[in-house]
Structures are given as structure tokens and as C-alpha cells.
């Protein structure tokens, strides 16, 4: 069974911080992955998608993808009590194109 | 903007009864899906659908049905309600062109079973 791992915490950063979020998926043929944001309650929001080894960068997020150790990351610069959420890691296979995803990892940013 | 809707935010059932979560999303996708979530578990996969009249078992079909008539709407069926079944209830949709395309979340339904 296809599975992705995250560590569900909580990860508790002070505020300014860089927070790393952390995700190994066990299926080599995913393609693409995806970083969620969901705040208590509500439904979860995209942060980032990542398709290709290396970085991407939007503002203060920066998604980190390493294809041969199966590896996916997520740096928040500069946190701020706003970022603190649930952070969930998906995985789509190029097979059945089916996101799966992780447990989740609960972020803290505290003043 | 994409928009998916779900019927109902709360739901308030009893053990034994027939239940139906209904979704709705109005940009043409193609795929639908709908997962549970329970705390400390992520998202499970429950059903998904490619398009019209299509479905396909996830990782937690049991006790659930689905159904997709028309390709604006995807219904979660609880054929008997179980106490183990109350958990929030989270529909998506995605279109069918991009499989690189992120997921289109409803905000959720929260049921309960008494």
C-alpha cells in the first residue's frame, strides 16, 4: 500500500523562526507532490506543489523534493503565529493518479 | 473560482439509519473524491470517481456507497449508519486534463452518529 509519512508533532517554533516540515512517501513512482495547509475546522488550502528534485520557492515557503531518497520538505521563513495549522503532505502516483496523503503535522508558532 | 459544496456542515445521525452527504462542485471536473478524516489519521480515501457514472474503491469502502449521475455531483451513501463511521467528511474534485492539478476542497461535513 502506498504510504506517506509525516512526523504529526506538534512542531513548536518561535516567532521569526524557520519551521521544517518533514514527508517520505514509499511509492517511487509518484510524480508529484503536494504540501496542504488546514487551519482547525476548516478544509485544507494549497501551500505548494512540487514536481521536479530541487527547490521551489513562493515568498516565504520554500517546498524541497529529493526523488532518490523519496524525501519531500517544507521551510517556512519568518513564521508567524498566522502559519500555525495542520501542514499535510500528498503524494499522486503517475500510476493511478490518486493523492495520497500523510497524517499531517501540527505546527505552533509562538510569540 | 472553483467552488465544491457539500449540503451540510453538521450532521446529527442515529446507529442504523440511511445517510447522505452530497457534493457539488460547478467548474466541470471530472474526478471527484471523498475522504474522511479523523484526528491523528490524515485523510483516508473513501471513494473517488474518474467521471460520470464511474466510481472506484479507496482504502476505506466498507460500510459506504457512492453515487455520480451527473458529473456536478458526488453522493456518499451510509447504507446503516455506525457510532465508527462519525468522523468529518471532506469531498474534492480535480479536473481530469492535469493530473498535476491540486485537489478542490468543500469545507466538510462533520457527522455524528448517536
Known amino acids: 500500500q502506498k504510504e506517506v509519512e509525516q512526523n504529526s508533532g506538534p512542531l513548536s517554533v518561535p516567532e521569526g523562526a524557520i519551521a521544517s516540515l518533514n514527508c517520505t512517501y514509499s511509492d517511487r513512482v509518484s510524480q508529484s507532490f503536494f504540501w496542504y495547509r488546514q487551519y482547525s475546522g476548516k478544509s485544507p488550502e494549497l501551500i505548494m506543489s512540487?514536481?521536479?528534485?530541487g527547490d521551489k520557492e513562493d515568498g516565504r515557503f520554500t517546498a524541497q523534493l529529493n526523488k532518490a531518497s523519496q524525501y519531500v520538505s517544507l521551510l517556512i521563513r519568518d513564521s508567524q503565529p498566522s502559519d500555525s495549522a495542520t501542514y499535510l503532505c500528498a503524494a499522486v502516483s503517475g500510476g493511478s493518479y490518486i493523492p495520497t496523503f500523510g497524517r499531517g503535522t501540527s505546527l505552533i508558532v509562538h510569540p | 473560482d472553483v467552488k465544491v459544496t457539500q449540503s451540510s456542515r453538521y450532521l446529527v445521525k442515529r446507529t442504523g439509519e440511511k445517510v447522505f452527504l452530497e457534493c457539488v462542485q460547478d467548474?466541470?471536473?471530472?474526478?471527484m473524491f471523498w475522504y474522511r478524516q479523523d484526528p491523528g489519521l490524515g485523510l483516508r480515501l473513501i471513494y473517488f470517481?474518474?467521471?460520470?457514472?464511474?466510481?472506484e474503491k479507496g482504502d476505506i469502502p466498507e460500510g459506504y456507497s457512492v453515487s455520480r449521475e451527473k458529473k456536478e455531483r458526488f453522493s456518499l451513501i451510509l447504507e446503516s449508519a455506525s457510532t465508527n463511521q462519525t468522523s468529518m467528511y471532506l469531498c474534492a474534485s480535480r479536473p481530469w486534463t492535469d493530473l498535476n492539478e491540486k485537489l478542490f476542497f468543500g469545507s466538510g461535513t462533520q457527522l455524528s452518529v448517536l
Open positions: 470517481s474518474y467521471d460520470v457514472k464511474m466510481k
Open positions: 512540487i514536481y521536479s528534485n
Open positions: 467548474m466541470d471536473h471530472e474526478n
